[in-house]
């Protein structure tokens, strides 16, 4: 061979060698990318954390887990009755069941804000790590109806009501690890997300003595028990029997406070691993359970969290007791939330409702909207007389019902001589305007003699308006139709 045939051969051996690596290294130089949530990496244990960063993702996660938090500890109250009842004689609780109302629920009670007088509820937590619970559904027959059930995220599972042609029967709710066969008799179940659900029955009830008394019946047919008490048959139970425990003295006039900051973050461990992170929470989950991991073996960590928890509940969390700052803009001064119970990672709008009317029904049940200030986006205030009309034909559509209702600073009802508190569908005394238009009045004092059935009485303060569609049209769902304007009648 040539020496110069030769040295060619050798160069392209040495090349080939030489290829042959560079590829192979290439290859091993490729970190395989995640393709699960699990795959991705979490923070390191032991990262140091500034006081700085502490601060930034203590309120992140005092903001977040806020709800979650709140629900956790009306369970935990609630678990404390031994049997369904009535709190103070006007509250329902019930822990491993529901404790039905027979009548609207009153003004005096502080448990949950915005409540409506225009349906009797039904309110109780159901363990499902233990059992399954079964629920009773009536025939209601025209009656609107809706039993909603929720998460301890307070998103809304379930699928149950006239809104749905639920069908009478026994139905059952089961917990996310439930793996049983379901037993003969029963229509449906329905899976919760979490071991721990939230039941309340919504039925409407006309404001009148004879719907009162036609009520009892159907009402007398709800109930939620344990499966292992599940026989087939339809439980009866005088809702008006309900045994009355005693009420702890209130702190205030807003709602019973369910979050206390102070100890946020000693609760909040224990209420994440209770509630799995949906699809796509997992490295939020990881990164709040960073902190709270390097605060379990540091004070100081520790009481910047407290400290942060303070802040965020004094700073932030007062400007969802104002519509204007849930969800959008409904038109002519109106706020309406657009994912009502089905929140996702909605974080905002879960927060701020918790604040502000936690246990919203999904809009396809029901749709919300709110207002503190009038048309030319002054501050409601019962000093003054306000009027809001409906044209003709354009009350709310619904296929359910409607009401307004009225409360005062804190979202509860403003006791008043005539113990009205919303006016709508199931008032029957409503006074049309000549050309077939509803006008409401609101304010403190009465609009005259022959507008009072129109008139919503006001504290002389600070008041809110808000609007409830149960089962609305699409016109009020696509936002087709808008609210009235609310005027300051001069």
């Not at 205030?252 to 909040?268: I, R, Y």
């Not at 390097?294 to 007062?318: F, G, I, N, R």
């Not at 502000?356 to 007389?385: A, F, V, W």
Request: hydrophobic letters at 35%; proline letters at 8%.
């Amino acid at each position: 061979m040539k020496p110069a045939m030769k040295h060619l051969k050798s160069t392209a051996c040495a090349t080939a060698v030489f290829l042959s690596m560079l590829g192979g290294s290439t290859q091993a130089q490729q970190f395989p990318i995640p393709q699960t949530a699990a795959e991705v990496p979490g923070p390191a244990a032991g990262n140091t954390m500034t006081k700085e960063y502490v601060q930034m993702v203590g309120q992140m996660a005092y903001f977040w887990g806020w709800p979650l938090v709140a629900n956790a500890n009306r369970a935990l109250a609630f678990s404390k009755a031994p049997e369904p009842g009535l709190v103070g004689g006007v509250v329902p609780i019930a822990y491993g069941g529901i404790a039905m109302l027979t009548d609207y629920v009153t003004a005096d009670q502080r448990v949950i804000a915005c409540s409506n007088q225009d349906v009797v509820y039904g309110p109780g937590f159901l363990p499902l790590d233990k059992e399954p619970f079964v629920f009773q559904v009536p025939d209601f027959g025209e009656r609107f109806w809706v039993y909603a059930l929720y998460d301890a995220r307070t998103d809304e599972f379930s699928e149950i009501g006239q809104a749905y042609g639920t069908k009478p029967g026994f139905y059952m709710v089961v917990g996310p690890d439930w793996k049983g066969e379901t037993p003969s008799g029963i229509t449906a179940v329905v899976h919760s997300s979490t071991q721990l659900a939230f039941a309340i029955p919504r039925i409407l009830l006309d404001d009148t003595a004879e719907d009162r008394k036609a009520i009892q019946p159907v009402l007398s047919q709800i109930n939620f028990y344990p499966l292992s008490q599940f026989d087939g048959k339809m439980k009866i139970k005088d809702w008006s029997k309900l045994p009355h425990f005693p009420a702890e003295k209130s702190s205030g006039s807003g709602e019973t406070k369910w979050v206390n900051p102070e100890t946020f973050f000693n609760e909040l461990p224990a209420v994440m691993k209770q509630v799995p992170p949906l699809p796509g929470e997992e490295a939020l989950y990881r990164w709040i359970g960073s902190v709270l991991e390097a605060a379990e073996k540091d004070p100081a960590t520790m009481q910047t969290l407290k400290e942060t928890a303070v802040a965020t509940d004094t700073e932030v969390l007062p400007a969802y007791l104002k519509w204007v700052n849930i969800g959008r803009a409904a038109g002519n001064g109106w706020n309406s939330p657009v994912n009502n119970a089905k929140w996702g990672t909605d974080y905002l709008n879960r927060t701020g409702t918790a604040k502000s009317n936690i246990y919203e029904n999904r809009p396809e049940e029901t749709k919300y909207i709110y207002t503190d200030n009038d048309i030319n986006g002054q501050q409601l205030d019962g000093t003054n007389l306000y009027s809001v009309t409906f044209a003709k034909g354009q009350t709310p559509p619904v296929k359910g019902f409607w009401s307004v209702t009225l409360y005062n600073a804190e979202h509860f009802y403003h006791d008043n001589p005539l113990k009205r508190y919303s006016l709508g569908t199931k008032n029957k005394n409503l006074v049309l305007n000549p050309d077939g238009s509803l006008t409401l009045y609101a304010g403190a004092k009465s609009p005259g003699k022959d507008k009072e059935n129109n008139w919503l009485p006001a504290p002389e303060g600070t008041f809110s308006l808000y609007i409830r569609a149960y089962w609305a049209e699409k016109a009020i769902l696509d936002g087709t139709w808008t609210p009235p304007v609310v005027d300051k009648v001069k």
